[in-house]
């Protein structure tokens, strides 16, 4: 099958792209998981709160988006597994499971499974789109990471928004801003080479 048919095969993601082959499986979901970590290790303290800012978020939603539900569930769940293992690729060089920011991880593996089915429907194809998926992906990272906060530090849940979730809004527009340029440029540029 040609590039340019698996390019705008229904249902496809950008990993589709490449040959196809139980190598290509096993290098996208541990380089899924690496790219995380690695964006993890950007992180930036946020004052009265113990989450920092880091890329790792933006990085779990793009695996999603460029890989689809299965495999961005499978990276970020190996992410999660090998973080919890003592491998020190959480943000700021920290490993285990049970601190204050751990349900962001968690978030982030079911933000990144819903943002690849969402890809796979094409919602990573148009700039308003991909935008709109990125933030529903960050709404799900919040939805199970705030929650935690509260609980995993005894706070109320207003103070787990107030430090876990306001301080991050700006950023998480300019993180949904920068994958709506990217993903469906990815997307022509692959139109133009099939």
Known sequence: MSTASV????GAVLADLLPASRVR???LVVGGAALTGLAAQIAVPVPGSPVPVTGQTFAALLVGASF?????FLSLALYALVGMAG??????????????SFGYVLGMLLAATVVGALARRGADRSAWRTAAT?????????GVGVPY?????????????????????IGDALKAALAMGVLPAAW???GRRG
């Not at 491998?87 to 204050?100: L, R």
């Not at 990125?134 to 919040?142: E, T, W």
């Open 7 to 10: 390019s705008f095969r229904p």
């Open 25 to 27: 499986e096993v290098a």
């Open 68 to 72: 689809g539900a299965r495999r961005g």
């Open 87 to 100: 491998v020190p690729w959480f943000a700021g060089g920290t490993s285990g499971a049970g601190g204050a």
């Open 134 to 142: 990125m933030l529903l992906g960050s709404a799900v990272v919040y």
């Open 149 to 169: 906060l509260a609980l995993s530090t005894g706070m109320s849940f207003g103070a787990a928004v107030a430090a876990g979730l306001t301080p991050f809004l």
């Open 188 to 190: 022509k540029l692959v």
